[in-house]
C-alpha cells in the first residue's frame, strides 16, 4: 500500500467524516446555552423539562428513521444519502434563524434526528467499506473523532456568540461536507451489489491512487457475491446462528456505549459543571476542555484499534469506565446528600469524570462504530446498521430523558451509580462475546464468524 493509497482513502474518509461532524455540532448545539435558555435573559424562554425534552426529542426521529436510511442506502447508494443530509441540515438551521418558538425548535429537533439517523448508519458503512483492512479500525474510528469534533465546534462559540450568530456558524460544518464529500467516489462494496463492475473497478482504482487492484477487487467481488446470494431481507438478519450471534454482539455493545453515560454527559456538561461554585474556571471552559480531551484520545485510539484489538481495548474501556462512575457518584452523594464538606476534592470528581471520558475513548466509544461496520456482512449491512439505529436511539432517548429526570428526584450521583452498574455488565460481556477482528478483511470476519459458530455447536454437541 503506496502513500498515494493512503491519502486517497485518508480524504474519502474525512470528507466522509464531515457528515459525522456537523451532526456532533447538531446534536449539542443546545448545551452551551443550557443555563441561558433558563436564565431571564433567555433568547427562548424555556424550563429545565423544556430543556430536557429537546435534548432527548431528537432520538424520536433517528429512531423511525434509521431503518429508512438503511434501505435508501442500498437502494440509492451510500453516498447520495449522505449528501442529503447537508441540505436537511441547512434547512433545520434556517427554521431556527427565523423563529423564536419553543415548538419550532421541537420541529427542528425531529428534522436533526433524520440527519442523526444518516449519519449513525450509513457513514459507518460507507467508512468500512472504502478501507483496506489496515486501515478500517482508524476510519471508522474517525466517525468518534468528527462527533467530538462536531461538539467542540458548538462548545467553542456557542458561549461567546451571540444567538443569531451562533447558528450561522453552525451552518458551516455542513456547507464544508457538501464541497468536500460531493468530489469523493461511491463505495465500491455498493456499486458491485447493484453489479457495475466498472465503475466499482474505477472507484477502487481512484482510492488506492491507481495501484494494482486486482487481487483486491476480485476478493471483494468475491465477499459480495457470497454475501449477495442471500437477498438482503430482514429475516437474513437472524438466518443463522452465526448471523444472530453477530446480530446480538453489535447491539449489546452499542446500547453499552450509550447507557454508560457519554450522550448524557456531553449534553449536559456545561450544567453539571455549572453546577459547582467552586472552579477556577467557567463551566463553558471545562466544557472545552472536556471536549479537547475527548479528540485527542480518540485520535489516539485509530491507531491502537488495529495495533492492540478491538478486544482488550473494549475491556479496558468498560472496566475503567466503572471505576471513573463510582469515584464521581461517591463524589457527588457526600457532597449533596450529607453534611460533609468535599469542596476541597472537588478536582477529584471531576477528574474522574473527564478520565472516563478518556477511557471510553480508548475502546467503547469509536470501536462500537467499528463492530457495527465489521459484523453484518454485505447483504445485511445497511439494514443491520437501520435496525441498531432503531435500538439505540430508544436507549439513548431514555438515557438523555432520564438523566434531568434523575438528577432533579434523587440527585445527580444517583446516574452515575447507573452508569457504573452499566459499564460493569459491558465488561463482562465484552469479556466473553467478543472476538477479534483485527487486521482482517470483512470477507475474512465472516468466515470466522462461520467457524466460530460451526466450533461452539461442536463443543455442544460434544458436552
Request: charged share 15%; proline share 3%; hydrophobic share 50%.
Amino acid at each position: 500500500m503506496g502513500k498515494g493509497a493512503i491519502v486517497r482513502q485518508w480524504t474519502a474518509s474525512l470528507a466522509g467524516s464531515l457528515c459525522v461532524s456537523m451532526s456532533g455540532a447538531m446534536f449539542v448545539w443546545m448545551a452551551p446555552l443550557m443555563v441561558r435558555f433558563t436564565s431571564e435573559d433567555s433568547p427562548i424562554p424555556m424550563t429545565t423539562t423544556d430543556t430536557s425534552w429537546l435534548s432527548a426529542v431528537i432520538e424520536i426521529s433517528e429512531g423511525l428513521a434509521t431503518i429508512p436510511a438503511g434501505l435508501l442506502a442500498d437502494r440509492w447508494g451510500r453516498k447520495p444519502v449522505l449528501l442529503a443530509s447537508g441540505p436537511l441540515l441547512l434547512i433545520s438551521w434556517i427554521i431556527v434563524m427565523f423563529t423564536r418558538s419553543v415548538i419550532a425548535l421541537y420541529f427542528v429537533r425531529l428534522i436533526q434526528g433524520l440527519i442523526m439517523a444518516i449519519a449513525f448508519v450509513v457513514a459507518p458503512v460507507y467508512l468500512a467499506e472504502i478501507a483496506e483492512p489496515k486501515l478500517r479500525g482508524q476510519f471508522c474510528g474517525n466517525f468518534q473523532v468528527f462527533w467530538y469534533i462536531g461538539l467542540l465546534w458548538a462548545y467553542i462559540t456557542g458561549p461567546y456568540l451571540e444567538y443569531q450568530t451562533y447558528i450561522y456558524v453552525c451552518c458551516i460544518p455542513a456547507i464544508l461536507f457538501l464541497i468536500s464529500y460531493s468530489m469523493i467516489p461511491e463505495s465500491p462494496y455498493y456499486l458491485l451489489m447493484i453489479k457495475k463492475e466498472d465503475k466499482a473497478r474505477k472507484a477502487l482504482s481512484w482510492l488506492r491512487a491507481g495501484e494494482d487492484i486486482d487481487k483486491e477487487f476480485a476478493e471483494i467481488k468475491e465477499s459480495v457475491d457470497e454475501d449477495m446470494k442471500n437477498k438482503g431481507r430482514w429475516k437474513d438478519l437472524f438466518a443463522t446462528k452465526k448471523d444472530r450471534r453477530a446480530f446480538i454482539i453489535v447491539q449489546i455493545v452499542c446500547v453499552i456505549k450509550f447507557l454508560s453515560g457519554m450522550s448524557s454527559i456531553v449534553l449536559y456538561a456545561t450544567q453539571t459543571f455549572a453546577s459547582s461554585s467552586q472552579l477556577s474556571i467557567t463551566s463553558d471552559e471545562m466544557t472545552i476542555i472536556l471536549a479537547v480531551i475527548l479528540i485527542v484520545t480518540t485520535l489516539g485510539a485509530l491507531f491502537l484499534a488495529d495495533h492492540v484489538g478491538r478486544r482488550p481495548l473494549l475491556i479496558i474501556s468498560t472496566v475503567g469506565a466503572t471505576v471513573f462512575h463510582i469515584i464521581v457518584a461517591i463524589y457527588f452523594y457526600l457532597d449533596k446528600k450529607t453534611e460533609i464538606d468535599v469542596s476541597s476534592y472537588m478536582w477529584i470528581a471531576y477528574t474522574s469524570l473527564l478520565g472516563f471520558c478518556i477511557i471510553t475513548n480508548v475502546g467503547l466509544g469509536p470501536l462500537s462504530m467499528t463492530i457495527q461496520a465489521e459484523y453484518f456482512p454485505s447483504n445485511t449491512r445497511a439494514k443491520g446498521g437501520g435496525l441498531t439505529g432503531v435500538i439505540c436511539s430508544i436507549f439513548i432517548f431514555l438515557a438523555v430523558r432520564q438523566y434531568q429526570a434523575v438528577d432533579d428526584y434523587c440527585g445527580v450521583y444517583m446516574n452515575y451509580v447507573i452508569f457504573a452498574v452499566i459499564s460493569l455488565v459491558g465488561a463482562i460481556v465484552c469479556t466473553a462475546v467478543i472476538s477479534e477482528t483485527a487486521g482482517q478483511s470483512l470477507g475474512q470476519i465472516q468466515k470466522s464468524f462461520t467457524a466460530a459458530t460451526i466450533k461452539a455447536e461442536e463443543n455442544n454437541i460434544n458436552v
